[in-house]
């Protein structure tokens, strides 16, 4: 626990996010004594790294999401943050409600399906319900199609294939190669050979044309997938989609559009800072930086953010942010500070799958990439 600090009554820092970064910045004000509200739009913490295990087993999304109030009391709001008011220093909720800031740090991270991703407004056992239903669909269906062979799809084939061998698993990728391209291509080769050794059927350099008809994570027997190369129609009971992520620019895309670069990311300074505005932290997967997109690194710049706000408005040099190796991050992904301290563990220890301690090993070797990383 930091000191309380004593700060000008005009300081009240928004958090706009409450995924890996915004709840360590969180943490950090809340330990610190800064006034501050956490915004999101459901009302607990997902722990999403875990979000394809809780697809396959009955059980596990509950350890995943964690109730926000719990741990922030007042300090949290649930709501969707659909604007920013940089003039009058207010940030608006879908409701309507306006939430005055003196620091604003932006925390609203990447977007894409479920159940890869989780970001709707929901409350904890709501999302955690969706996560049983899919489970419940999954048993149901004899032959599951997984669409996107990234990472997140990498991992959810060889999480149905290890639960359920019996099943058959289809992988279809609009690439040759699987999964994240910064990987060393021996690695992604390496990759493929585990999962057709494991039995996942792998459709490779195809797409799926009329992904946009089909029906997701629901079992409905004789689902038809055309693809677009391949005469051959694929015959499913359940059609799970992991295709890519994108940064969640929506709630800024409008008062920040001139300082997001091409995918949406805030360009930040060194101090992580937006560009042009000392009170507005962009930190996580929405902000522009150099190196992999990891939960770990996402709560790393959370914490500096708030130092810098502490360090700002105490008269002290702000610090800049040095990118830390995949390899730290790697190991320190697993750190939660949520209270109370019921978080589920980095990946359990008996569902490490080889394939999966190979990704993450392969991660220690590769260079920074520069899309998002799923591992
Ligand atoms: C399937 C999967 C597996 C992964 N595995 C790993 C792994 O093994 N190791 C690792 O290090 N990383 C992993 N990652 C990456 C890691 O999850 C991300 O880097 C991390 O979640 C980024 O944290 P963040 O806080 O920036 O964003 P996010 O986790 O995306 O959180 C953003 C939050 O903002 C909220 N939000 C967004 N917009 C708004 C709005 N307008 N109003 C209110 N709230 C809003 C969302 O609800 C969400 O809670 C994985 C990712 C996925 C998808």
Redesign the pocket.
Same mark, same amino acid.
Do not use: W
């Given at each position: 626990m930091g000191s309380q600090l004593s700060v000008d009554e005009s300081v009240k820092v928004v958090i706009?996010?409450?995924?890996?970064?915004?709840?360590?910045a969180a943490c950090d004000l809340k330990s610190n004594g800064i006034p501050f509200v956490l915004?999101?739009?459901?009302d607990a913490?997902?722990h *999403?790294?875990?979000?394809?295990r809780a697809s396959v087993e009955s059980g596990f999304a509950r350890k995943t999401f964690i109730s926000f109030e719990e741990s922030f009391h007042d300090n949290f709001k649930q709501?969707?943050?659909?604007g920013i008011n940089l003039e009058t220093q207010h940030v608006l909720?879908?409701s309507n409600e306006e939430l005055h800031f003196s620091h604003l740090i932006i925390?609203?991270?990447?977007?894409?399906p479920f159940?890869? !991703?989780? *970001?709707?407004i929901s409350s904890r056992e709501a999302a955690i319900q969706q996560y049983e239903d899919l489970v419940n669909e999954v048993k149901k269906a004899k032959h599951v199609v997984v669409v996107g062979g990234g990472?997140?799809g990498v991992?959810?084939a060889a999480e149905l294939k290890t639960d359920y061998p019996e099943k058959e698993i289809t992988l279809i990728h609009s690439k040759v190669a699987l999964a994240d391209v910064d990987l060393e291509p021996k690695v992604r080769q390496a990759l493929k050979e585990i999962l057709l050794k494991k039995g996942v059927k792998l459709v490779l350099g195809q797409r799926v044309s009329n992904l946009e008809e089909l029906k997701m994570n629901k079992a409905c027997e004789n689902t038809e997938l055309h693809l677009d190369k391949d005469p051959e129609v694929i015959k499913a009971d359940l059609v799970i989609c992991?295709t890519g992520?994108k940064v *969640?620019s929506?709630?800024y895309g409008t008062a920040l559009g001139d300082k997001m670069g091409n995918d949406g990311s805030l360009r930040v300074n060194e101090f992580l800072q937006v560009d042009g505005h000392t009170n507005i932290y962009a930190?996580?997967?929405?902000?522009n930086l150099t190196g992999?997109?990891?939960?770990?690194?996402?709560?790393v710049?959370?914490n500096l953010a708030v130092t810098n706000i502490i360090n700002s408005v105490t008269g002290k040099c702000l610090k800049p942010y040095k990118s830390e190796s995949p390899k730290r991050?790697?190991h320190g992904?697993a750190e939660d500070c949520l209270t109370p301290l019921h978080s589920p563990p980095?990946?359990a220890e008996e569902h490490q799958s080889d394939l999966?301690t190979l990704l !993450?090993n392969a991660?220690l070797q590769k260079p920074p990439p520069r899309t998002?990383?799923?591992?």
């Amino acid at each position: 626990m930091g000191s309380q600090l004593s700060v000008d009554e005009s300081v009240k820092v928004v958090i706009i996010g409450g995924g890996f970064a915004g709840k360590a910045a969180a943490c950090d004000l809340k330990s610190n004594g800064i006034p501050f509200v956490l915004v999101d739009m459901k009302d607990a913490f997902h722990h *999403n790294v875990g979000a394809l295990r809780a697809s396959v087993e009955s059980g596990f999304a509950r350890k995943t999401f964690i109730s926000f109030e719990e741990s922030f009391h007042d300090n949290f709001k649930q709501g969707k943050v659909v604007g920013i008011n940089l003039e009058t220093q207010h940030v608006l909720l879908e409701s309507n409600e306006e939430l005055h800031f003196s620091h604003l740090i932006i925390a609203t991270g990447s977007d894409g399906p479920f159940p890869g !991703k989780f *970001n709707q407004i929901s409350s904890r056992e709501a999302a955690i319900q969706q996560y049983e239903d899919l489970v419940n669909e999954v048993k149901k269906a004899k032959h599951v199609v997984v669409v996107g062979g990234g990472s997140a799809g990498v991992e959810m084939a060889a999480e149905l294939k290890t639960d359920y061998p019996e099943k058959e698993i289809t992988l279809i990728h609009s690439k040759v190669a699987l999964a994240d391209v910064d990987l060393e291509p021996k690695v992604r080769q390496a990759l493929k050979e585990i999962l057709l050794k494991k039995g996942v059927k792998l459709v490779l350099g195809q797409r799926v044309s009329n992904l946009e008809e089909l029906k997701m994570n629901k079992a409905c027997e004789n689902t038809e997938l055309h693809l677009d190369k391949d005469p051959e129609v694929i015959k499913a009971d359940l059609v799970i989609c992991c295709t890519g992520l994108k940064v *969640n620019s929506a709630c800024y895309g409008t008062a920040l559009g001139d300082k997001m670069g091409n995918d949406g990311s805030l360009r930040v300074n060194e101090f992580l800072q937006v560009d042009g505005h000392t009170n507005i932290y962009a930190v996580g997967d929405c902000a522009n930086l150099t190196g992999p997109k990891m939960a770990y690194l996402a709560g790393v710049q959370a914490n500096l953010a708030v130092t810098n706000i502490i360090n700002s408005v105490t008269g002290k040099c702000l610090k800049p942010y040095k990118s830390e190796s995949p390899k730290r991050a790697e190991h320190g992904v697993a750190e939660d500070c949520l209270t109370p301290l019921h978080s589920p563990p980095y990946i359990a220890e008996e569902h490490q799958s080889d394939l999966r301690t190979l990704l !993450k090993n392969a991660e220690l070797q590769k260079p920074p990439p520069r899309t998002l990383l799923l591992f």
